[in-house]
């Protein structure tokens, strides 16, 4: 059974440790900027690969935009309502019982997270070798170079890494919009282009939505970052809601103008056809400049993502440790800097040899669509919340109840599904893994009944 929801005024004066810092700019940067890594300057081009229309391009962003804000939205419901660190942790464990919280942190913080922060170490490295040519195991050296100083960067203190985030979000926000107004002042660019704006037909465009659908929602992953620092918000019961829903606003405009920009310059068709189209539209109206500069821009970018992955992930199996159902260590908070330095270092250990031994790939594969099996129970959660514990102090109540949460987890199931389907080897994987943390789970809970 799961224990008596804790209510939003005694989740905010809990003794932590941690330091309530992040303003409302401060906590709708950290969203952004994690949203926002590379997926805008190589995704679009496989959308219009699948799509081949103008109209349907912006369509797919647009939707996959508003389907997120519904998940966004219940997350701010629950993130008000117990704004503390661990996110999902939190209130997963809460709205369906301690094995629950468990499995999402040994899912996503144990696993996910250190994969997607090696990835885009990664991704990083191979951009930085743009300008300096770096060899493989050269790129290696800067990914887990990169790691080790965002990491030791955050250890320093909250209002480090939060500054550090709101100029990387700045700068890589004012580079795409860069990008869109020499798309539309350049010469180059045409509304010709723009042709079709729908497809002749719409037969068999079922599947090929689907695909471009899941590839949309996964470039918006990212939304729920900023609840794994609701421990240390200020004024969480307002200040969590709106940076979560002022942060995906701003990123559903951003990839909806730059995929506009990317169609006005090379069509639906020179879109589907460029590997790089970010770097293909940037050459056709700034020249031989443009590849450098959209180079620059997605080093910015990643860096920016793992800033704020590396800042919200480490607060989770804080939490967990804190509830005791992991490493003790990882629930301490350093006295003077009041971060969570065991969990930072463990989580920049663990990403770095991913990123050196190249792990994170089949990883990523393997767990990955679980996050989202998650997000539907934690968007499910509102729903029972509401009726478990009615009495639960709500500073913010999701918009449009309860299709919101229902629109949201029926959007989740088939994405899901759709996963599932598309790579079935891969999924059972997934699930083997996450379902190897349960001996994990019996052990802490041996232990914390023990004391």
Not at 109 to 127: C, R
Not at 375 to 383: N, T
Not at 396 to 423: H, M
Request: proline letters at 6%; a neutral charge.
């Amino acid at each position: 059974m799961p224990e008596p929801a804790r209510t939003a005024e005694a989740a905010v004066t809990a003794p932590t440790g941690l330091k309530r810092e992040l303003s409302l700019f401060d906590a709708t940067t950290i969203n952004v900027g994690t949203m926002i890594a590379s997926a805008i300057f190589i995704v679009p081009s496989m959308i219009a690969l699948q799509l081949r229309a103008s109209g349907l391009v912006l369509a797919v962003w647009i939707l996959g935009g508003v389907v997120s804000l519904l998940g966004a939205l219940c997350m701010a419901e629950l993130g008000a309502a117990f704004p503390r660190a661990g996110g999902l942790f939190v209130y997963l464990r809460e709205a369906y019982g301690p094995v629950w919280g468990f499995l999402y942190g040994w899912a996503v913080a144990v696993l996910v997270n250190p994969a997607s922060i090696a990835a885009i170490g990664a991704i990083f490295a191979a951009y930085v070798s743009f300008f300096v040519p770096l060899g493989a195991t050269a790129q290696k050296a800067v990914a887990v170079g990169s790691i080790v100083a965002l990491t030791l960067l955050n250890c320093a203190g909250v209002r480090a890494g939060a500054v550090t985030q709101n100029v990387l979000t700045t700068l890589k926000v004012a580079a795409l919009a860069g990008l869109v107004v020499a798309a539309f002042a350049l010469p180059g660019g045409s509304g010709g282009q723009l042709a079709p704006w729908l497809p002749a037909s719409f037969d068999g465009l079922w599947g090929p939505v689907g695909i471009a659908m899941v590839a949309v929602l996964f470039a918006y992953d990212g939304w729920i970052e900023i609840t794994y620092v609701g421990g240390e918000v200020e004024h969480p019961g307002r200040v969590l809601p709106q940076s979560i829903v002022y942060s995906l606003v701003i990123v559903i405009a951003v990839y909806t103008l730059v995929n506009l920009a990317f169609l006005y310059v090379l069509a639906p068709a020179g879109m589907a056809g460029s590997a790089l189209v970010a770097s293909d539209a940037a050459t056709v109206v700034l020249g031989s400049a443009g590849a450098a500069f959209v180079a620059a821009a997605i080093v910015i970018a990643t860096l920016g993502a793992n800033n704020g992955i590396v800042l919200t992930s480490a607060r989770i199996p804080y939490a967990m440790a804190r509830d005791g159902a992991f490493f003790a260590w990882a629930g301490r908070v350093h006295p003077s800097l009041g971060t969570p330095v065991p969990a930072l270092l463990a989580q920049g250990a663990v990403a770095s040899v991913m990123a050196l031994t190249g792990t994170y790939e089949q990883l990523f594969t393997y767990v990955v669509f679980a996050s989202w099996v998650f997000y539907a129970m934690g968007a499910a959660a509102v729903i029972r919340l509401r009726r478990t514990a009615p009495d639960l102090p709500r500073p913010y109540r999701a918009w449009g109840y309860p299709w919101t949460p229902l629109v949201f987890v029926g959007f989740a199931i088939w994405l899901v599904a759709s996963t599932v389907l598309e790579t079935p080897r891969e999924a059972l994987v997934g699930v083997v893994i996450v379902a190897a943390g349960l001996p994990l789970y019996r052990h802490w809970s041996r232990e914390r009944q023990s004391t």
